[in-house]
C-alpha cells in the first residue's frame, strides 16, 4: 500500500490530543507559529511578551515555550522545522489553550529569481510532498490554502506588498532537485517550504482556520543555489517588521 492511500476517514486514532494534554486556564483568541528563535529572543529583549506556560507543551527533544502578547490574548509559539512536528504542535497548542485560529509565517526557498529577498508571499494552495497530509486528507497532488483570501485582504489593508501563487511542501530539502523544481515550476508553484501543505491538512481536520504566509529567503530558480538573505542574515529591525505583520493578522482574523 503505497503512501497515498494511508488516510483512513472512518477509522479512529489510537491516540488523540485529549489523551495527551489537559486544558489550561488559559485561553487564546488566536496564535502565531513562528520558526526563528531569533525572533523570540527580539521580542523577550524589547519586552512585547511574556511566559504563559515554559515546559506543558513539550517532547521528549525539548519543551516548546508558550508566550502571549503584551496587553493582547494573542498566543505565540516556536517551533521546529518539518511538517510533522509543526502540524503536530499546532494541534496541540489549540487544543491546550482553546484556540481556533492559527497564524504561520516562516522562511521559504524562491522557485521564481524575480522575487527578491524578503518578498513576502501568500501560499494559495500547496504540492503534499510531505506525509503528514496524506493520513488526514483523500490524496491529492495539492491542498488549497483555505484563508489564503483573507490574507490578501488584510496585507492590502496594511499597503503591504506582496506576492501570491502555490507553494511546494516537501519533507527532504537535500533533494530538491533540478527535475522536481522545474515540474513543480510548471504548475505553478513559486516557493517550496516544508510545513504548509501538513498544517493546512492537520487544521481543516482539528477544526482550526489557518492563515499562511511566507517570506523568502534562498534562492532555487539559478544555475546554483543562491544562499540569499535566510533568517540568520536578518537585522533584528527586518524580525521585527515580518513578525508586526503577522501580528496584524491575527488581530485582524
Request: aromatic share 10%; net charge negative.
Amino acid at each position: 500500500m503505497s503512501i497515498i492511500h494511508s488516510y483512513h476517514k472512518y477509522s479512529k486514532p489510537k491516540i488523540s490530543v485529549e489523551d495527551v494534554y489537559e486544558k489550561s486556564d488559559v485561553t487564546f483568541d488566536s496564535v502565531i507559529i513562528t520558526f526563528s528563535h531569533r525572533i523570540i529572543t527580539a521580542l523577550i529583549e524589547e519586552d512585547l511578551i511574556e511566559l504563559i506556560d515554559e515546559d506543558r507543551i513539550k517532547s521528549i527533544s525539548c519543551p516548546y515555550p508558550v508566550y502571549r502578547f503584551k496587553g493582547t490574548n494573542i498566543g505565540l509559539f516556536k517551533t521546529t522545522v518539518g511538517a510533522p512536528i509543526a502540524s503536530g504542535l499546532m494541534e496541540e497548542v489549540c487544543y491546550v489553550y482553546s484556540c481556533s485560529k492559527v497564524v504561520l509565517f516562516g522562511s521559504c526557498g524562491a522557485l521564481d529569481k524575480s522575487l527578491a529577498a524578503k518578498s513576502l508571499v501568500i501560499p494559495t494552495a500547496a504540492y503534499r510532498d510531505e506525509g503528514v497530509s496524506y493520513h488526514y486528507l483523500e490524496p491529492n497532488d495539492y491542498i488549497d490554502i483555505a484563508n489564503h483570501q483573507k490574507v490578501r485582504e488584510i496585507f492590502q489593508e496594511l499597503n503591504v506588498n506582496y506576492a501570491v501563487g502555490k507553494t511546494w511542501t516537501t519533507d527532504a530539502f537535500y533533494r530538491e532537485t533540478e527535475e522536481e523544481i522545474a515540474l513543480r515550476k510548471k504548475e505553478g508553484c513559486i516557493v517550496v517550504e516544508m510545513e504548509i501543505a501538513a498544517c493546512q491538512a492537520v487544521a481543516l481536520t482539528a477544526g482550526i482556520e489557518f492563515f499562511a504566509f511566507l517570506y523568502t529567503a534562498d534562492n532555487l530558480d539559478a544555475s546554483s543555489w543562491d544562499e540569499g538573505l535566510r533568517d540568520h542574515m536578518l537585522s533584528k529591525d527586518a524580525r521585527l517588521q515580518i513578525l508586526s505583520i503577522a501580528f496584524e493578522v491575527a488581530m485582524r482574523i
